[in-house]
């Protein structure tokens, strides 16, 4: 039923589109020359986990093809998401000196992709960037699509730019290396892309639900992250900035970025976050729709996805407080994603505070 491609395509309109590459970062030199970077300078991000394992294959295989990498290790973590951290980037990177042909390399998950493509949108008025995912969540949802950015004290995001890579180089071999709780994590955004827009790679997920909360099944997760990958790229190709469908993407964010920074950034994952995020959309979503929507089964789904810490301890009215941020707002009113039935989503500002109350106590029990 799902089959594993080399690649996926990113197809923007007028002729921007790029490609997701599945293969070794071996073969990052060679993709660079393929998308028509110029080989001189380049600057590699990535964290300290992810560069203890990549960082010295990534330079060497740089180096021999004729590159001049500098490498920048951030700390790992939400944390690094911020204005402190991005101005030591910009720090080291132009002290160091770059034109506007000089590729910015995340090498990491979503802080360093989203902090290093927010550097790179930035510095000279942009430079090119090149996505190299290492966590589940970079593979399949924030490696593509262009949305960079930090973090603020008032909510997650706040501060940021589209700006679309140039073409992303996955090595699915990464994965090998990726904590346990950062794996079960992520398959919340697979989980989030099957329910908004593929029925069908719902029921794989449900099949093969203990394998791929594992993730130790390599046939199994080679098919799940391109097709869950797809997902998105579809939905980013046909609403690039967000103006319209692209929304989706959200469902389940405007409960979790709001437990993100209630809770202190880094304290819950983003991936444990949207998993309490989706539960209560799910719940708004049956109330509205009882007959359509397949509670049970999206539900057993999600709770499958293990909390480290527990979600009830958040004060509600804090929780409802952070919402008035969230970037979907019109005005004073706060738009949730829901579901019509499991692979179709749509944009709504139309709750009242009790049923976000009913929903939150709902997706708060265990
Ligand atoms: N831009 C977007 O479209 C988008 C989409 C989804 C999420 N995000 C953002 O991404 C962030 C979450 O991403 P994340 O979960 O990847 O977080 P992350 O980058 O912090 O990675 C999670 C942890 O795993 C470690 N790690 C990553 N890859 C590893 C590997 N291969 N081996 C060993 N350790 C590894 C990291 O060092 C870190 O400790 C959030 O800030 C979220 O808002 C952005
Ligand atoms: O790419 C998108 O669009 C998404 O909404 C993907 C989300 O998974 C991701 O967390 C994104 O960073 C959220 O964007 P934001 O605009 O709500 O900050
Ligand atoms: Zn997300």
Redesign the pocket.
Known sequence: MIDTPSSVSVPLKRGRDYAIRYTSLRDLPGILHDVGLRTGKCVVVT????GA??RSPVRTALSSAGWIPHVITVP???KS?SADQLQVLYDDILEWGIDRDTPVIAL???????LA?YAAATLLRGVPVVQCP?????HV??A??G???I?HATG??LIGAFHQPNVVVADLD??????QR?WT??MA?VIKHAVIADADLFSFIEEHLVDVMTGRRRDLIHKMIPRAAKVKAEIVAEDEKESGRRAI?NFGHTFAHAIESVAGYGTF???EAVAIGMRAALFLSAQRNTQAIPRENIDYVLRAIPQQHDPSELDWQDVRRAMQSDKKNKGDVVRFVLLDRLGQAYVTGDISDAALRQAWDFATRP
């Open positions: 964290d300290e986990n992810v394992q990549y790992p973590g939400e998401k990491g998950g979503g802080v360093v992709g989203d493509g290492t966590s589940l969540i970079a949802d924030s593509l699509g949305k960079t950015g973090n997650k995001n990464t994965l090998g290396t990726l904590p950062e994590s992520g955004e993407l994952t983003h991936g």
